[in-house]
């Protein structure tokens, strides 16, 4: 498959991988941001090619990890009302709320089905015209276009079924409140690719600016991971903090102008919104705009909008931040399980715990980890 | 999070409203393609969540592979100036 | 791939995973049928405590019992399966070939020669009578092609809504008439690891056949029966070693190669090793796979079927299963080791390694 296959090549692999361990001895952490790029690195096995000394921290961008139980509890409870379809992507539909999950909520008899698309769950809105369709808008700036364009079509066609329950999330927010967390000790960020289609370059740029870290926005496949690895090492090494795209073939320096309009034409920031695992965060959180109200699923319906804390046990703020690894929680293995996740790292296959649990078993990190604490 | 991959547009399916045919792998999805400038049959998009988020540029694709390919070839001049510097 | 050394991590997981399995669930979800974590929880949490026996316990695709006569002690295979496929017609088949499929492997992945099932039909009324013509017929050929036949059978119709159209139990009895002992429990290092063909056809054609995701493609079902193929190897491995030197026969069915391989690794203690980069996927499975976020190791197989052999009859065997029509893409996908125990791990076409687990439940499109 073109634009995915060249960059698969395991022989360069091997090469890109020795010149990174041959640039530095030093010890780096370097974070990638999103959840996609921790499956890449667990599904390809990257940290095992990668040097000892360059450690990958894996951060909080998974919207299935990060949304919060109370708001899970509230799609939840939409879900149960009579005459409702709730469209959910198939990432949310073994979430844990509080109590329950949506699958759980399906087994119980609510009509909830998983959609690829907003615009599938406008479809089916039009094709059930006696009932109400909800669709569960997750996901950061890649993904808020997608549900802001089928709001905009549904006001186009009149469509008076349909709403959206919107738990859309920024990025930049939560970087700069993990950067400036005191426990933080990071070198350098691998960036979002993905959500730098839709914002471009410069609103990382505080990143290099501010705090003098160097991004380079990635792309997902294992190559383009392994190279963006190299050019944050190789900023560090020449003392540079700089925004730079790996990406280029995707993501231009602009972004998506036209997806910005949309997203702006249809969303409002909130206040705050919260975070699993790293708390409430000030304009992280996006809302439909007044003049949409009528397609917000929040006004529409009542919920109990509690919010529900994180275990206590769960560590997971400690791992989203790189302060602590997967198996250092004390619940991690015991009481959290893919199975039965207490914290949002074991939620999705792109948590950091749950990639640990089902991919990582054999890692070299954790065997280094291992070799440290005399195991 | 934000899965998206790369297909190739086989079809304009339907100009007013943007949507168009794309293919990835041998299999085919209608997708929608307002938030790029215009679409083409041939050109490659990224595709995410029934949605176009951008073209690829393929200069820019040959540009990485091209570094890429530079970095995964001249490990033995590496190796020649690492010696020459120790 | 390199040296195993254990970790505070890999401890950890062990445990948690060698668990005794019990059922913490208050209902049943579909992540109970869907072949993974949650499914095993079920049957060893739950069916297990109420109905154990040394037969059952063995938790195989088939039970295989002697039958005292006066003459001789036959060795017999008996197994059962329910189809509930949506959509009823799909590209390569449908819910009635399935049905008999079905059954007449999970009769031959013990090396049983399958001789005869039953048929038990649940039909929502208002279900069309030319629908159901067309799935008899369809039966009956491939009844027909594995040289079996339905010779009981039972009918039920229930209100509309109280089943999706048409149900199909089938259950098959053999006879096996090798020497041989084929259990998943019988992996043993040094034995290699085969596989029949591509991955994922099965479950990527049903997935796309219902519609939901709108997505198009030419791809069909590799519904087929394997008892020739199975008959064929059992005359390969008989012709060099003897019956025996095949140890484990498994159809990767629901939960897909992924899960067959864990169960195998379980039951025998031994690590299993496959090599991404070895294992076939068409195109088009690919394809979707790449689109929806999946993994084509979990997604269902109909007329595949997993072999773990002796070292020594690994190469002509794998020779002869690609003379049979059902297994021209046969290839070696791994092997077998002693450590880490219960564990299939994979060398990825990237270079690196990984783990690869049974998930919880059913394989979800992971978009967002």
Sequence with gaps: MKFIDEYRRSDLAHTLAEKIAAMTDKRLKIMEVCGGHTHAIFKYGIEDLLPLNIEMIHGPGCPVCVIPLGRVDDAISIALQTDVIFTTFGDAMRVPGSKTSLLDAKAAGADVRMVYSPLDALRIAKKNPDRHTVFLALGFETTAPSTAMTVLQADKEGVENFSVFCNHITIVPALKAMLDSPDLKLDGFLGPGHVSTVIGLRPYQFVARDYGKPVAVSGFEPLDVLQSVYMVVKQIVEGRAEIENQYGRAVS?????????????????????????????????????????????????????LRVADPKACQCGEILKGVKKPWECKVFGTACTPETPIGSCMVSSEGACAAYYNFGRLSKVAERHGAQAGV | ??????????????????????????????????????????DYVLIHVGFAMSRIDEKQAQETLRILEELGSYMEEFEQFKTAME | ????????????????????????????????????????????????????????????????????????????????????????????????????????NDLAMSGAR?????????????????????????????????????????????????ADKLFINTAGIGVIEHAGHISASRAEAGDKVILSGAIGDHGTT???????????????????????????????????????????????????VATTLNEIALASEVCIQIYEDSIPVRREVRGACEILGLDPLYVANEGKLIAIVADEIAQPMVMRMKENVNGRDTCIIGEVKIEPPGIVAMQTGFGGARIVDMLVGEQLPRIC
């Design chain 1, 253 to 305: 320096p602009d972004g998506n102008r036209k997806a910005l309009e949309v997203l702006f034409e249809v969303f409002e920031p909130r206040d705050f919104f919260e975070w699993r695992g790293l708390g409430s965060i000030a304009h992280s959180g996006m809302k439909l705009r007044g003049k949409y109200a009528r397609f917000d699923a929040e006004l529409k319906f009542s919920i109990p909008g």
């Design chain 2, 1 to 42: 999070m934000c899965l998206a991959i790369p297909g190739k547009i086989v079809e304009i399916v339907d100009h007013e409203n943007s949507i168009a045919k794309v293919e990835v792998g041998g299999v085919r999805r209608n997708i929608n393609t307002g938030m790029l400038d215009d679409a083409r049959v041939g």
């Design chain 3, 1 to 104: 791939m390199k040296q195993f050394a254990t970790s505070p991590l890999f401890e950890r997981v062990e445990r948690a995973r060698r668990r005794k399995p019990k059922i913490k669930d208050t209902h049943i979800t579909l992540a109970h049928g869907s072949g993974g974590k949650a499914m095993h929880e079920l049957i060893e949490g739950l069916f297990l405590e109420y109905l154990r026996n040394p037969l059952l316990e063995k938790l195989e695709d088939q039970a295989v019992f002697e039958i005292a006569s006066n003459h001789a002690r036959p060795r017999l295979a008996f197994t059962t399966d329910s189809y509930v496929v949506d959509p009823i017609f799909f590209p390569g088949g449908d819910i009635g070939s399935l049905a008999v499929h079905g059954t007449v």
């Design chain 3, 114 to 162: 399958p001789l005869y099932l039953s048929a038990g039909f649940i039909i929502e009324e208002g279900f069309p009578i030319a629908d159901l013509k067309r799935i008899l017929s369809s039966m009956r050929e491939a009844a027909l092609e594995a040289g079996v036949e339905v010779v009981t059978g039972d009918t039920k119709v229930v209100q509309r809504g109280s």
């Design chain 3, 206 to 256: 049903i997935m796309i056949a219902r519609g939901e995701l709108e997505l198009e493609t030419e791809i069909e079902s590799d519904t087929a029966p394997l008892n020739s193929l199975v008959r064929e190897m059992l005359d390969e491995a008989d012709s060099i070693a003897g019956v025996r030197a095949i140890h484990c026969l498994r159809d990767p069915t629901r939960g897909g």
